[in-house]
Every structure is written in C-alpha cells, then in structure tokens.
C-alpha cells in the first residue's frame, strides 16, 4: 500500500479545522461575544469571538493588504523547501506541514473576509485561532528539529596533534 503524503495531508487537515472552528465561532456569536465552556475557569479562558485585521498581537491593523502578499510569499518558501527535503526528515515536514496549513487559514479569512477569526481567549494573553497555534507550534517542532540535528552533528575533524606538538603555558 502506498503512504499517502504526511504535509499535504496535514496542511489540508490544519486548513479544514482552522476554517471550520472560525465558521462555528462566526455562525454562533456575534463579534465581540463571549462564553466560558468551563464556568469554573471563566477568569482565566473563554471562547470570545474578535476580528483581527493585523498580525500577532493586533499589531498592524492597516497593512492587511501586506500580509496577504507575506503569506503567499511563506506559503512559496514552505512549498519550495518541501520538495528539496528529504524524506526522511519526518519532525521538520511534520512542521512544515502544520506552518503551512496555518498559514493557509489565515490567508483564507485575509482575502474572504479582509481579517482574521481568533476566539482562543486566554484572558492574560492575545486572542488568537486554530491557525495561529498551528504556526507557533510547528514553529517549536521545526527548532526541536534543529536542535536535534545539531547534537547529533558528527564533532568538526580538527587534525589531532601529538603530545609533543602541544604548546604549554
């Protein structure tokens, strides 16, 4: 049986998730709306329904038009690198694959909606969505990676010198 292809599936699947979560949110509260799944926890988390014409943090609210060119551009850069990754590189595509699929959920809501969808509402933290925490963790698994890689990097081939060659001090 053939595998079937890890980051195309997994951008599609970050892609239908962060769209479905955002029509959800968008069909059941009005902007600006707010309800804590857990009254107990209500002080600390809520789904509340914001719009963000910005990026991280509402910052740049005016130059939606710039982060829709930005998006394509990390959508390009993501594609291009994939096809000269090796397969075996499993963390990083499984990165990737996430980084990509957000990236594509915004973009969606960008030239769909002129903003974005966020209702994760963490109250000592910025609203943010579906996408946006597949970004930042595909962020972490993509320096996990890099960590990893150099640890395991074979140590640098000095030429060895012989006790006599020494200089001591």
């Given amino acids: 049986m053939k595998r079937l292809p890890l980051v195309p599936l997994l951008a599609l699947a970050t892609?239908?998730?962060?769209?479905?979560?955002?029509?959800?949110?968008?069909?059941?509260?009005?902007?600006?709306?707010?309800i804590a799944p857990i009254p107990a926890l209500s002080n600390l988390f809520a789904i509340t329904h914001v719009t963000n014409s910005g990026v991280a943090f509402g910052l740049f609210k005016e130059a939606g038009t710039f982060f829709i060119f930005v998006a394509v551009v990390v959508i390009t850069v993501i594609v291009s690198y994939l096809r000269k990754l090796p397969n075996d590189q499993r963390l990083v595509r499984l990165a990737l694959g996430m980084q990509l699929g957000g990236a594509f959920g915004n973009l969606v809501d960008r030239l769909r909606l002129g903003y974005?969808?966020?209702?994760?509402?963490?109250?000592f933290w910025p609203v943010f969505n579906v996408a946006d925490s597949a970004i930042v963790i595909?962020?972490?698994?993509?320096?996990?990676?890099?960590?990893?890689e150099g640890r395991s990097a074979p140590p640098s081939q000095e030429p060895q010198t012989s006790g006599s060659e020494r200089i001591s001090g």
């Fill in 15 to 34: 892609l239908a998730l962060d769209q479905l979560t955002k029509w959800l949110i968008a069909s059941s509260l009005e902007i600006g709306q707010s």
């Fill in 116 to 123: 974005v969808v966020d209702f994760i509402d963490f109250k």
């Fill in 138 to 148: 595909g962020v972490a698994l993509l320096a996990i990676a890099m960590w990893r």
